[in-house]
């Protein structure tokens, strides 16, 4: 079988040995950055992940036959977590068990035919031997299985064209192979044949070299993991940049591998979802953040359009309900589309998730608002045509002042609305802004707290202040430089349902002869009625004094005056 100075795996010709060095390395260079790639990309805080790293490593430089047979064992058991694995040499005919890395040792230095040898398969075909059950495959020799452990299996050529050795993968049950674990163990394959490849050059060149270009790249051969640092060294830059653009990222990423199981999300991702990578590697997206329904019910994951993608190699988009870590829910929009290799094979998805729950309410408040608008605007054209057609006045200038008084009252309940997003007013305000036009503002005495009207109620108390300070002007308490105004109110579960305004410092007054049957008094009590409420009236000897009552709901949204 050869000792460790004199490999026997792979037999090169003396002569031509720089260009087929060349070739060996070209050959073997996709599967040993493949295996880079893979060990970036698993978290080195785990025990593949540094396993891999380690074997990445550790292949490239060993020295000796024996080094790159262990190496390769104990990569191969430890990233697949395998019970045991074997190496076979071919030896002529026959197959050659050299060494095992398993809790029990299988067949250690014996020799079988390799027709009858599932080793010698993988070798004579040139292809991985994938057994999920030893006692359903033909190509198993039952006679010589049945008594170990061994149920199911991978075996691995190594070398191309005529392969002179392979590697074993054994567990002790009946277990379907992921073909990530077919192409992982190939990739290791690769790795040792350029490693036994290397050793057997250098070998058969040490002391024969006369070129200069030819010592130089023996120096090459010798230090393999210059290569390997530069390659590392170009893979972690192309890993920082691109987590850097990710990480910086503000729309959620996720990627899926082949299983639709989560590898990586981003920190946007993150912060939506409430969960960090650690908590949701390994797993399918939607058992973590789409595996129920607003109502309760549960989403199977065969109705989720966005794990759809990957078997119809089509990109899904449209809105969905995710589940936070926190238990609530939130609208989102989701892309999903389909990861190719160069292949064109599908491996895995890329989804790209925003939380669209901000654009959902501003879209709300838009509808709200657009429907506030329209309600307003006509419930105020009916008040003004209510006001043209009661407002008597042989003098057109009076005319003219009284509607415009009552519609610029209007138009300061519509100011107070549009500066709170149509979400209601202060009531304080809107009493202040009403009696500033006609007189000081330290004659109105307010002694309630402040509360907020709903939007409903604000335009019919902004004319119900202005017609009760119009008459105030013109027959109360404002008629007079000692005159004041005081405004109370109380309410009931956080809504006014009290407004009283009493005069005080006035010209006397009387009470009116007969009913009150004024454009003013008329205004009032359909005001009030708006509201459905009603409006109240004492005479007292130092004032007026008129009272609102009115329910704690909004304002019917079609009554108008």
Known sequence: MGTASQPLFCRTPKQNYVPHALACYKR??????????????QKTSTLPGRQMMLTVRELPGANSVEEVLSILR??????????????????????????????????????????????GWAMLNGAPAVVEDIFADERIPQEAYRPTYVRSLIMIPIGEGRPYAAFGVYWDRVRQHAEADVELLSALGSCAACALERISLVDQVKGGLDRPEERDLLEKMLDPHSLLKEREGQLADAHRRLNAILDNA?????????????????????????????????????????????????????????????????????????????GRFYPVFYTASPILD???RTVGTIIEVQDIAGRKAAEAQRQLLVREVDHRARNMLAVVQSMIRLTRSGDIDQFKKSLGGRVDAMARAQSSLASANWQGASLRELVANELRPFTELDRVHMQCEDLVLPAGHVQPICMILHELATNAVKHGALLSPSGRIEVNWQEARGHLN???????????????????SGFGSTLLHRLAEQLEGRMEFHWHAEGLEAVLRFGVADAPADKAS
């Open 250 to 326: 503000t729309v959620a990423i996720f990627l899926m591998d082949e299983k639709q199981q989560c590898v990586y999300m981003n920190a946007a991702a993150e912060k939506l979802t409430g969960y960090t990578l650690d908590e949701t590697v390994g797993r399918p997206l939607h058992d973590v953040v789409h595996h129920t329904h607003p109502d309760g019910r549960p989403y199977p994951l065969e109705e989720c359009p966005i794990d759809r993608a990957f078997p119809e190699r089509a990109r899904m988009q449209g809105e969905e309900t995710f589940v936070h870590k926190d």
């Open 498 to 516: 009290l407004l009283c305004w009493r005069e005080v410092g006035g010209p006397p007054v009387t009470a009116p002869m007969g009913k009150m």
């Open 28 to 41: 073997h260079a996709p599967a040993l950055e493949g295996l880079m790639m893979r060990g970036a990309g």
């Open 74 to 119: 104990t990569g191969a058991r430890t990233l697949t977590g395998a019970r045991g694995v074997t190496v076979v040499a071919r030896d002529g005919d026959f197959c050659h068990y050299l060494a095992d890395d398993a809790e029990s040792p299988l067949w250690p230095g014996q020799r079988f035919p390799m027709e009858r040898c599932v080793s």
């Open 342 to 344: 160069e292949s064109a």
